[in-house]
């Protein structure tokens, strides 16, 4: 199995210097790998700089065999799906915040409708369509927020503690359905988390940070 | 006062305070943008100078148009003085600031993480600025309504650079001054009151897109 992500010396700086140093981390196609460390580690950070929203002070990222600087950050950013820790959705109707990367991407209107209507029934979010987004619950709102990202059907998908702020029951209902759906769509996952049991029930791989730093 | 003249006076408030929003929205909107979405050296001391030019006195913006489109003036060759350009070019003086820093002040009041979230998505610059305006559209709305508000009820450089000129450059302000030094309450009022109809339907109009954009 070939890696779809290959870092190579990787430091990044911030205002407080570098906050994220890293020798070697290949990440393999298909293959849902969770980052996990305490607050401050730098799984943030890491995520960030995979969607290219933090330029590297050094060091290389490939992405498919391709260093990231050769590539437009558009074209990149359209094989992408970010799931930002909280699930910052737009004041306008479920439908229309689903579609959203799809209308940037200036699909046909029966594609964006066909998939939309395909992933809020595949979450079990179907009644919501509607809905205002600023009505919804966290648990809905989270469900929204990961329907716009897998829409899109990246070949790199970046969830930023995607179960954070959940309840107990939402968690494990979200964590099931993430459980049955990633696995078809064969999708490379990177997800950081605190929990031992996301780890265990969803993650192929498992990377540690600690101080910006890979830590086994 | 003939009726024909108050409808000119009146269509003429409206024309050049219209105009003067409508130029002060297209140099706020983006610049305002650029305010509060990049930051560069001199980003703060422009945000300042922005934010003070939101309180410009307009008799001093007539001021430095009146001697600045003067006949001996800088730009005197262009005899723009005592025309409806002249009161434009002040108002848009006075409302573009008002634009630009309340422009400016409702996307910074957006979260910060918006941004990157829609660029995750793959939005591109342009896209995902669209998309913030969308977002602020409310407070956005608020901005064109002050800055129409600044100008349609503003005097002192509409009579500077203007001249209060009948049939040329009477607007409803400075015809409701003239009105008050001639001792003529009664056609002030009268003026004053249709001017307060005016701007209360405008901003009727406005505020009704805004809250049913609420909803």
Not at chain 1, 85 to 104: E, T
Not at chain 1, 110 to 138: F, M, N
Not at chain 2, 121 to 149: H, I, K, T
Request: charged share 20%; glycine share 8%.
């Amino acid at each position: 199995m070939s890696a779809l992500i290959e870092i190579r010396d990787l430091k990044i700086r911030r205002q407080q210097g570098i906050v994220l140093e890293i020798a070697r981390l290949d990440i393999e196609r298909g293959r849902v790998t969770a980052l996990v460390g305490p607050n401050g580690a730098g799984k943030t950070t890491l995520l960030l700089a995979l969607a290219r929203l933090l330029k590297p002070a050094c060091g290389e990222i490939r992405f498919d065999g391709q260093p990231l600087e050769t590539v437009s950050t558009l074209d990149y950013r359209r094989r992408i799906g970010l799931v930002m820790q909280d699930a910052l959705l737009l004041d306008r109707p479920v439908f229309d915040n689903v579609a959203l990367g799809l209308r940037f991407r200036r699909l046909p209107r029966p594609e964006i409708c066909r998939r939309v209507d395909e992933w809020l029934e595949r979450l079990g979010i179907s009644s919501l369509r509607s809905r205002k987004a600023t009505q919804l619950s966290g648990g809905e709102a989270q469900r929204v927020a990961l329907a716009r990202a897998l829409v899109l059907q990246p070949d790199l998908l970046l969830l930023d503690e995607p179960f954070k702020s959940l309840d107990e029951i939402s968690h494990a209902r979200l964590l099931a359905d993430l459980k049955n759906i990633l696995p078809q769509m064969n999708t490379t996952t990177l997800f950081t988390t605190h929990s031992t049991r996301d780890v265990r029930e969803l993650a192929d791989e498992k990377i540690s940070l600690r101080s910006g730093k890979i830590s086994e | 006062m003939p009726l024909d003249e108050l409808s000119e006076i009146t269509l003429l408030s409206l024309r050049v305070s219209g105009v003067a929003t409508l130029l002060s929205v297209l140099i706020g909107l983006p610049f305002g943008t650029l305010l509060a979405l990049r930051k560069f050296p001199g980003r703060s001391l422009l945000l300042t100078l922005v934010n003070t030019g939101m309180a410009l006195p307009p008799v001093v913006v007539g001021l430095a148009v009146a001697i600045t489109l003067w006949r001996s003036g800088p730009l005197g060759s262009l005899r723009l003085i005592y025309t409806p350009t002249a009161i434009v070019i002040a108002q848009v003086i006075i409302a573009a600031p008002v634009v630009t820093g309340l422009t400016a002040a409702a996307l910074q009041a957006l979260d910060p993480r918006l941004r990157l979230q829609l660029l995750g998505l793959g939005a591109s610059r342009f896209q995902m600025v669209q998309q913030l305006w969308r977002e602020a559209r409310l407070p956005l709305l608020a901005a064109l309504m002050a800055g129409f508000g600044s100008v349609i009820s503003e005097v002192g450089a509409s009579m500077m650079v203007g001249g209060n000129i009948r049939h040329q450059t009477r607007v409803l302000t400075t015809a409701i001054v003239l009105e008050t030094n001639k001792g003529e309450f009664e056609r002030a009022l009268a003026l004053s009151a249709l001017l307060l109809a005016i701007t209360l339907l405008i901003n009727y109009t406005l505020t009704w897109i805004q809250q049913r954009g609420k909803r």
